[in-house]
């Protein structure tokens, strides 16, 4: 009996042994004749710069270089190293959100203190904002800044980092760190373009804008990358941008420079009303280009003036890269009580779902802006308010215009970029917004972020 159920058992080892083969062989030949894996293909948004990435010129003091950290996904750009020349003065403004990143934080603590005698550096990856993730947020900054510090020859509180992506998922810093021997070795003059790649995230094109101004006869130069596509909202920047020149000014005069025209361009927009945690805008003057001490000076006004267009043109370029966006559109509300209460009403139409939507469909339903402009807690009053679609007259007077068709508003809904205007008929306040429409697309590209 006892060797009638050892030979059972033996067959029956025997039978599971043939069939574990038989799945083998069965999984690799399925393996062999599935199609490849479809790459994903991005679609660029139908409102990107028509000339692509602009010809930036290179700034005397700042180097760039990139790698392939393994940050979240193999085989992609996703880490920027900037490193800055001694002397160099850092500005910047950052989000406002309760729930920042230790990046962000870090750089807050950092972008005040004086000590330019040193270099600097900025460090950026994409695929992990960092945020959220505790203690291990703060151990993931130090080590980087740690290890830049070190490989520069630089002080650790002049080592920016900046990271951007998936929230809530521990930063593999080791990786970063990994990289850095040849990010170091790849430093070159020239390689703002590839940084600008390897900070995108759900990008569809990479953003820069660049300016030139005379200063005493010479030339100073202003370059500028961003990375931005959805979760954008008026809190600062909502974005990453970075942005250098080779003017040699006051650290304090090019902090009053930035705060002043980031309420103008990124304190501007909005994709869908979201405040990123990891925001960050830094601006850097290498001090090796023509120099800046009167800021009451015409020469002064002239490098505000190119900053400002420099600033709002990567502004612009992140709108137009709203998820899922084909339409750019411009708001301007005039006529308010105060300029604040200009913007609050431009912001609440630029945010509403219903006015987006309708952007979309092309649909002229002006309505939807008459309850933004009603909900927005601007001071208001219904039979002053007047309403423009570009150089069509809507509404006046808080009525349909007379001489206004409907066929004309749909018409004009059909382009690309638009221009919605609101009078409110109160005062001298005025405001300008810019935000995309909101299609289906955002919902497909947000639906599987994490995936």
Known sequence: MAKTDKRAKDKAKKWKRHAKALEAQLAAATAAS??????????????????????????????????????????????????????????????RSATRSAAVLDCQAKVGLNDATKGAAILVNSGNSNAFTGS??????????????????????????????????????????????SLVAGLSPDGITNAARAIMTTDTYPKGAMAEVQINGQTARIVGIAKGSGMIAPDMATMLVYIITDVAISRAALQSIVSRLTERS??????????????????????????LSNMRSAEAKAFERAMGDVMLNLAHQVVRDGEGATKFVGITVSGAATDAEAKLCALSIANSPLVKTALAGEDPNWGRIVAAVGKSGAQADRDRLSITFG??????????????????????????????????????????????????RYIDINADYRS
């Open 136 to 181: 291990r947020g703060w151990t993931s900054v130090n080590a980087l800044t740690a290890s830049v510090a070190a490989k520069l020859g630089i002080p650790a509180n002049r080592v920016f980092t900046s990271s951007t992506g998936v929230i809530g998922e521990p930063l593999p810093h080791e990786r970063i760190e990994a990289a850095l021997d």
């Open 391 to 440: 150089a069509l007259t809507v509404a006046t007077n808080g009525m349909v215009d007379p001489g206004y068709r409907e066929a004309e508003g749909a018409a004009y809904m059909k382009n690309p970029e638009l221009e919605i205007g609101v009078d409110l008929g109160l005062g001298k306040g005025k405001s300008k917004v810019w935000t995309c429409d909101l299609t289906h």
């Open 266 to 291: 990124f304190n501007a927009i909005t994709v869908d009303s979201d405040t990123s945690t990891s925001d960050t805008l830094l601006v850097a003057a290498t001090g090796m280009g023509p120099a």
């Open 34 to 95: 599935a199609p490849a894996p479809a790459k994903k293909v991005v679609i660029v948004s139908p409102l990107a710069p028509k000339d692509g990435f602009p010809l930036l010129p290179v700034i005397a003091g700042a180097e760039f270089a990139t790698a392939q950290a393994g940050v979240r996904y193999a085989g992609r750009t996703d880490v920027m190293l900037a490193r800055l020349a001694p002397g160099s003065v850092i500005a910047g403004t950052f989000t």
